[in-house]
């Protein structure tokens, strides 16, 4: 069975800024991978190897060439771009494939 990552809501609120926390969850068939508690508001994770409240996070060196989230995510810049370009489109009432 193909494991599935989705976003789960937060049960707890940010020490930060007291907006809702989420994490990343893994099921892989024979148990459940969490990843950190993290903000999307302000960048704050449970995990200080992932804290991007005051700028890039500690894994950021790890990862050259990707943007390392505070949910522990690395993410290539450009694929980034698009989405945030697809994102805009659709926000504006198209169809992102203009």
């Known amino acids: 069975m ?11 609120r940010c020490p930060k800024c007291s907006e809702e926390l989420y ?7 024979v148990g459940v991978i969490h990843g950190p508690y993290g903000c999307s508001n302000c960048g704050w994770s449970e995990s200080p ?5 005051n700028g890039p996070c500690e ?3 790890d990862y050259p060439g990707r943007v390392v989230d505070q949910f ?3 993410h290539s810049p450009q694929r980034m771009m698009e989405e945030r370009a ?13």
């Open 23 to 29: 994490r990343d969850e893994v099921d892989i068939g």
């Open 86 to 98: 697809l994102f805009e489109a659709v926000i504006k009432g198209g169809h992102g494939d203009d």
């Open 72 to 74: 522990g995510s690395a």
């Open 2 to 12: 193909p494991s599935e990552t989705k976003i789960l809501r937060g049960i707890e």
């Open 59 to 61: 894994a950021q060196k």
């Open 49 to 53: 190897e992932y804290d991007c409240l």
